[in-house]
């Protein structure tokens, strides 16, 4: 067959970058576990009829046909199936199936690949992985899941090769109360405006919030000012209480942010940072409480990297309701840019920390020895391929980033060639380890 | 919503029988990783025209339609998109496509999900997980790759909380040989007979062989002598020396089988054996030398949970030809039938390890250090959801399995009691670790 090309919107990496993706999988997973998060899994498929019941139809989904199917049957929209377009819908659909043998709360985590027919371009795809995690309650959920849900994040972040991320946080309550306080008749348009001061100037959300929601200038100039507000500590509560505006609704979110940012704060590194940002609304989600995004440093145009918040009710099934609290982090989204630039990048393209190197093809079983012998001690290692020279054979291992290439003796001692120093020294194949930072591939980022 | 009903063909597992599936491919990962495997992934989509270039169109491919597609370019099949529905395909797609950026020989492994549209049975589902591993050369590849992916495997597999397994090798050198060797006009006409004695009574096989593959009754019966012959150790060979065929062919494939056999015999253990099994074929797929089988015992209805074998062409782009040798593991098919029947479980569902019980709602920020302490020397820990009676606090981690309560003093000290014994005693939050084997879920096998 020619040569295949790309397919655009679904990207793939190479070994090397590959190590780098599960290296940040690794740390998502050991993060979310310590914190007491159970790994779930969800079929890739569901109902059509669920996938766009919440009229979803904005969504780009991809629709699944059997190449072999009944023509008739495949009519039946009840049966057609999509590919899950995030892992929200189908966690809901799996809990309300599930709710009479899981144990709420329910705290997991899930990792898998998206899809989306959007348009390609950097930072949309049509293939990507997600990596959520929610805490979700039969009937009630405590305030603390989200300080829980933003720490466990937070913690997961500030542990990536990643450039500088800050996690912005808000509050539905506070801001809907705030734009209730100053009059406002339609909060929902408020919200809407806000969210696009992103993308305009704030002159021309003033337009829109005057125009499309029904402000007087000076509710406009107020609600600008309310979503200029942001700061990394509690004391951004003294800037909003200074703009005079009051409603039970505002207070209740007020403290409740109050509450995420001093939970986040201490988790503050070179890299990471959280921040209440009151002009976050994720204006068309369905979120009532908690609000999150965050922002990479140099890769603002991506947008939000990782977002959630607060539902009220995750899925319902008429008798109970569900509320949940998540966040969502775009793994592809965040991590394909960085490797496309290489920004982040591994030290070797394999796992292996060691090749045995061959003196004739004779000696592969006892050469396999030596290797079986470091491997169940925990080291990564290959016997070479080929018995060739062995300026070859070192060849081999440094064209993959592998340090060590091990050298089984005449007189039936061993040496091992660190092929990065060339030093080459004596090892006893019965304890020689490499040293720790060796044992794995080193993922490094180069972010300045 | 109404209560959702699962699909059928598209398991999903509680969050216990995650763990289960999360343990299994941990210990695949570290194996195949200790080999030296670097991890793969490829993207779930491939043009139909490549799925389908195999002449393939027994498989029942999921084909893809974007929701909102124009129509006419949907008709195009050069730009139709389908589910794979296995990992060979897409990696010889991989392979030539980056053939001038990857090294060879090239050893990667991939574990993810493919999809077939069958009619949903036990062992046979529309979404499933496989693990493959393969070797691939540029051109030409070692008849020791072959002995390398059996071992790899063989390895990961005598480790697997699996019933007993039975690696089955033989080799379509050997069997064609022998074929040719007994005046067979039809090799491949015998071998797919010889395919059938799994379904077929030895007698039912013996008439295939004479009406359509064309032998005598004598050359029937040496073709089923050989499907008889099996072993754990290279003396097969001398039962196949004993049925007097000779022919190149035969004492070539002789040659490997032996080499695989004595290579993958030391990995023996209660739980695994491999074995020479001179009656395997894998007639329908494109082998070309060493083809393996799996059965699980107590499970032989399901087939082959782990086929494979070498290809003397895994991809070719006109210039250029990539054999390669691989095996792939059905994570899925093994994993699902024993889940369903609780033959294999985790101790617990979700990771933690204890639980830091609340005296009141204060206590939570001072909990939580304490939990934060904990997790930074490597134990999952969470603070418990409510304050509630200690009791029911306690009732919490029992319902999940986690095995130990933290109970922070009045006087400043710290208690940790283990629920299933009952025994409470004093401990520091500052050095205190669970026993090794309660650190994560066990994952026990009642497989007896």
Known sequence: ???????????????????????????????????????????????????????????EVYVLRRLHADPDQEQDPGRTLGLHFDLTVPFARYVL??????????????????????RPQEGRYREFTQADVDIVGDGALPFHADVEVAQVMAQAMSRLPLPALRLQVNNRKLIEGFYRGVGAPDPAAVMRAIDKLDKLAPAAVRDLLTADA??????ADRCLRLAA??????????AVSALGVEHPLLDEGLEELVRVVEAVAPLRTDRFEAVADLRIARGL??????????????????????????YDSLA???????????????????????LARGLVTASRSVPTAVVVALADEQARPACQLIAAGLRARGVNVEVSPTAAKFGKQ??????????F???????????????????????DPAGWMPPDEDRSPLVVAALG
């Open 285 to 310: 989600d369905y979120y009532t409480g908690t609000v999150f995004e965050t922002r990479m440093a140099g890769f603002e145009s991506l947008g939000s990297i990782c977002s959630g918040g607060r």
């Open 97 to 118: 199936e599930h709710s009479g043998t899981l144990q709420f709360p329910l705290k997991r985590y899930q990792i898998q690949p998206v899809w989306r027919g959007e």
């Open 316 to 338: 319902s099934d008429g008798d109970r309701s569900y509320p949940g609290v998540g966040i969502s982090l775009g793994v592809t989204r965040a991590l394909a840019p960085l």
């Open 1 to 59: 067959m020619a040569r295949p090309t790309p397919l655009s919107g679904f990207p793939e990496f190479s070994p090397a970058e590959r190590i780098v993706e599960q290296r940040v999988l690794d740390i998502l997973r050991s993060t979310f576990e310590s914190w007491g998060f159970a790994s779930l899994q969800t079929r890739a498929v569901e109902p059509m009829a669920h996938l766009l019941r919440k009229g979803e139809i904005d969504k």
């Open 229 to 238: 507000i942001s700061g990394p500590d509690p004391s951004f509560a003294d």
């Open 405 to 427: 290439v091990w050298f089984p003796q005449p007189d039936g001692s061993h040496q091992v060639k660190d092929i990065r120093s060339g030093e080459q020294v004596a090892a």
């Open 394 to 403: 070192i060849r081999y291992a440094d064209r993959r980033g592998i340090p």
């Open 214 to 219: 029904g402000l007087d200038g000076d509710q």
